[in-house]
């Protein structure tokens, strides 16, 4: 069922098995995973069905360094979104994120999870093959096609080959007609759900311990209009987004000083976005003009392609992995006229006379401590630890960026794929802005000293507490996270029934 803090009469407390907070794509899935086998859930959002500014400001923070895009309803950008939603990195709504998001969905790389020498703090401590499975299910129950077929799709092959010769690599994206949004795709199912229990308006603001400070008893949470709820479960699963799960950890800190799963100073360190520049515009040569529907965007949905240095490329210069997007931009009747009268033939796609593309040039960040999120000591309207935000960067993202993008337009000219022009707007990384992919603040670790979550996503220290979210990241070397987030939720949920760790005994009333 779903339900809202304030119809809630006098209850003060509710029990289930598992609480999951946040109703994101990550909290969405993996408490319908529990409930669909039996466990009973609690999902606490602090949203509500319609945005609400008020709540959205719950999610306001004090930057230290570079900000991130802001609300403008007038940008350009983002207008299939309503105007107040316009610029938002993160959306505290029934639902979460999946509100604004734009639908692409796309696998790491194997080669994504490995350590590269030349990249301090990289790697996985799980690999790949550790989340094909859950990639695969995931593409199967949402429709996605076949990523792995469409791999080897002779077009796709023979394009690939070609890039190979020049030290370019390119890999695919699924994107969707419509964005799944989680609060359609598990709405009535969530409504339906005889043991999955949604409390909306309910934002959690506190972990409880137990005496031993290693298991969680306990969510408080609180609604804006003053109404208290503590829920009790065996298992927790922070699925709050990066931001949210670390601040959790950091405000729940009556018993332990410095926070929760914090022993080692590890929490909201770390942490990454994909910095992206996206006014590029790129005039197409014969490579694109031979391969131009496979360069298209449209029409919904369907495989895109995008395009980065190959590995070798990336080993010898020592870089990062910086991913480069081409959509086509079509060709107005004014400019069909005029190149008509002028006697040029059109360079076109199935879809019609492209005029340009536009290119957007996203990067990876190396992973460092001085990147990080914590606590500020501005107040929200609950009473909470505004957080701090300290994105910054390193010599090596500089000196990474600036030759990536050297040796891309190097490349794309020989290649025949086109060339660049980035006007008076060239990437840097004062001018670039987030991707609203935050990442690495609760990193995935194999011990407690490199990290705040095991590779089961349990926090270090605690014995019943998760983590559902791209937090957990290492590295972020690939746009788009959100398949991934949605893969690492799944295996997450597996793990869950299969582990004792939740009670037979507990529930929901
Ligand atoms: C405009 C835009 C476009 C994007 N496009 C893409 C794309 O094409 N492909 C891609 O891979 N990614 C994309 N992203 C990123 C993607 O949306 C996120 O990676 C993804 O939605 C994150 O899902 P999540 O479940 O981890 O977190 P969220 O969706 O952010 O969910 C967190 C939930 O927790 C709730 N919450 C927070 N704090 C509390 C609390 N204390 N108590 C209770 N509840 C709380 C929030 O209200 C929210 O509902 C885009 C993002 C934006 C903003």
């Not at 969405?28 to 709540?55: N, P, Q, Y």
């Not at 950008?77 to 029934?94: D, K, N």
């Not at 949905?301 to 990336?314: E, H, N, S, W």
């Amino acid at each position: 069922m779903i339900t809202d803090i304030l119809e809630m009469g006098e209850q003060t407390t509710l029990k289930g098995q598992v609480i999951v907070l946040g109703s994101g794509i990550a909290g969405a899935e993996v408490a319908t995973h529990l409930a669909r086998h039996g466990r009973d859930v609690v999902l606490l959002e602090s949203g509500r069905e319609k945005f609400d500014l008020a709540i959205q400001a719950l999610n306001d923070v004090t930057f230290l360094s570079k900000r991130h895009r802001e609300l403008n309803p007038n940008t350009y950008y983002h207008r299939y979104l309503p105007p107040e939603m316009r610029g938002v990195s993160r959306v505290r709504q029934f639902g979460g994120t999946s509100n604004a998001w734009t639908g692409k969905w796309k696998y790491l790389q194997p080669s994504d999870f490995e350590a590269r020498p030349w990249v301090p703090n990289s790697g996985w401590p799980i690999d790949f093959a550790d989340l094909l499975e859950y990639y695969r299910s995931a593409a199967k129950d949402y429709g996605f096609g076949d990523l792995e077929a469409e791999a080897v799709r002779s077009e796709i092959t023979t394009l690939r080959s070609k890039l190979t010769t020049h030290g370019l690599k390119m890999s695919s994206f699924y994107w969707e007609e419509s964005p799944t949004r989680t609060a359609i795709r598990f709405g009535d199912e969530m409504r339906q759900s005889r043991n999955l229990r949604v409390v909306l308006g309910a934002t959690a603001t506190e972990l409880q311990l137990d005496p031993t400070c290693q298991r969680v008893t306990a969510v408080t949470c609180r609604s804006l209009e003053g109404r208290e709820l503590v829920v009790e479960g065996d298992v927790v699963i922070l699925a709050t987004g990066a931001f949210e799960a670390a601040r959790l950890l950091l405000t729940s800190d009556r018993q332990l000083p410095k926070g929760i799963g914090n022993a080692h100073d590890m929490v909201g360190r770390f942490y990454t976005d994909h910095p992206k520049h996206h006014t590029g515009r790129m005039r197409p040569g014969s490579l694109a003009q031979q391969f131009a529907d496979e360069l298209r965007y449209g029409p919904k949905p369907r495989f895109c392609i995008c395009f980065a240095l190959d590995d070798p490329t990336q080993e010898e210069h020592q870089l990062l992995e910086h991913v480069l997007y081409v959509q086509p931009i079509y060709e107005t009747r004014v400019q069909q006229a005029w190149r008509t009268l002028q006697g040029r033939s059109a360079y076109r796609d199935s879809n019609g006379p492209v005029s340009h593309y536009r290119v957007k040039f996203v990067t990876e960040q190396a992973p460092h401590t001085g990147s990080r999120v914590k606590l500020g000591d501005e107040l929200d309207p609950l009473g909470q630890r505004k957080l701090a935000v300290d994105w910054c960067f390193t010599e090596s993202d500089r000196r990474s960026m600036a030759k990536t993008l050297e040796l891309l337009t190097q490349r794309f000219a020989e290649s025949g794929l086109g060339t660049f022009d980035f006007g008076d707007d060239p990437p840097t990384l004062e001018t670039m802005t987030d991707a609203a992919h935050q990442m690495g603040t609760t990193r995935m670790a194999d011990r407690p000293e490199g990290g705040v979550v095991d590779t089961n996503c349990r926090v270090f220290g605690t014995n019943n507490l998760y983590v559902a979210s791209s937090a957990v990241f290492p590295t972020g070397p690939s746009y788009s996270p959100t398949f991934t987030i949605l893969a690492l939720a799944r295996r997450l949920g597996e793990h869950l029934l299969h582990s004792t760790s939740i009670s037979t005994s507990s529930l929901c009333v």
